[in-house]
């Protein structure tokens, strides 16, 4: 619901609710940014983390444990807030 609510709030910005009349487009538009911002997101973690890490990485993803992934996220990417923080700006300021 955040990403949802980051890309709503990039449209207003950018007057798409002025511009886009059809609402089944506009909610499509969301449902694209959103996606796009989630893979830019996830870019952003494979980016950052060191390649010797991906095997633990790809043992937790099959094991389905979100607390146990996202520690090990944590941990192995201690700035990862200010990564994702500055992702999210570069999406807004490059994506519609």
């Known amino acids: ?50 390649e010797n890490e991906y095997p633990e990485f790809n043992r937790l993803m099959e094991q389905d444990d979100a607390e146990k992934l996202q520690a090990f996220i944590l941990k192995t990417i201690p700035n990862l807030q200010e990564l994702q923080a500055q992702a999210m700006l570069d999406f807004k300021d490059n994506y519609f």
């Open 1 to 50: 619901m955040v990403l949802e609510n980051f890309v709503r709030q990039i449209l207003i910005d950018k007057n798409y609710p002025d511009r886009v009349t059809d609402k089944a487009v506009y909610e499509e538009l969301i449902r694209d940014g959103v996606e796009r911002l989630e893979e830019k997101l996830k870019y952003c973690i494979f980016e950052a983390m060191p």
